[in-house]
T-cell receptor, first 112, second 117 residues
Framework: AQSVTQLGSHVSVSEGALVLLRCNYSSSVPPYLFWYVQYPNQGLQLLLKYTTGATLVKGINGFEAEFKKSETSFHLTKPSAHMSDAAEYFCAVTEGGGKLIFGQGTELSVKP | GAVVSQHPSWVICKSGTSVKIECRSLDFQATTMFWYRQFPKQSLMLMATSNEGSKATYEQGVEKDKFLINHASLTLSTLTVTSAHPEDSSFYIC?????????????FGPGTRLTVL
């Protein structure tokens, strides 16, 4: 069965600093991987996805992630954090039939 | 395109009553929709897959008689929480797949906050 592990339930950075949110996955087949952002009391918004092709994928709001098969990782980065980036971030992997398996989530705080 | 709505956005009910939550794909058709629940400060847990024209598929541990799912049309799926209890209080989110390429991205509704008193 597929699974996703996000290291760190809470990450705090200063405004302008690098954002790094870690995600490792387990899958017996080539995975489709995703990062979603959730603001309080809202649904999920797709930040970026990896399906096939280029392993470095760029998403919205300046975020990007790199698929590293050898490390089974899909870490999310942003060079310079903004206050508006404060939210909950979820890494996810597809299971058959379109079902998504989510990681535990990482709450990102941005200090002024 | 690919907008998913949910109604209501929040609901408060008394213990023992039933609550219906609607999930609609506004500008596309969805033969499959997914229902998730999310407890505070926790991740999303898949509850069931809603299939248009056939029975829903429930994940292990989800009571199908308690969480009734009906996929009435290609744009509407409903989740009914029957005989609700305080432990059913949660954030319920639906999603529907849509895409132009070989992969269908999941589009999420804004969620429904259920509070059972």
């Amino acid at each position: 069965a597929q699974s996703v592990t996000q290291l760190g339930s809470h990450v705090s950075v200063s405004e302008g600093a690098l954002v790094l949110l870690r995600c490792n996955y387990s899958s017996s087949v080539p995975p489709y991987l995703f990062w979603y952002v959730q603001y309080p009391n809202q649904g999920l918004q797709l930040l970026l996805k990896y399906t096939t092709g280029a392993t470095l994928v760029k998403g919205i709001n300046g975020f990007e992630a790199e698929f590293k098969k050898s490390e089974t990782s899909f870490h999310l980065t942003k060079p310079s954090a903004h206050m508006s980036d404060a939210a909950e971030y979820f890494c996810a992997v597809t299971e058959g039939g379109g079902k998504l398996i989510f990681g535990q989530g990482t709450e990102l705080s941005v200090k002024p | 395109g690919a907008v998913v709505s949910q109604h209501p956005s929040w609901v408060i009910c008394k213990s023992g009553t039933s609550v219906k939550i609607e999930c609609r794909s506004l500008d596309f058709q969805a033969t499959t929709m997914f229902w998730y629940r999310q407890f505070p400060k926790q991740s999303l847990m898949l509850m069931a897959t809603s299939n248009e024209g056939s029975k829903a598929t429930y994940e292990q541990g989800v009571e199908k008689d308690k969480f009734l799912i009906n996929h009435a049309s290609l744009t509407l799926s409903t989740l009914t929480v029957t005989s609700a209890h305080p432990e059913d209080s949660s954030f319920y989110i639906c999603s529907a797949p849509w895409g132009r390429d070989s992969y269908n991205e999941q589009f999420f509704g804004p969620g429904t906050r259920l509070t059972v008193l």
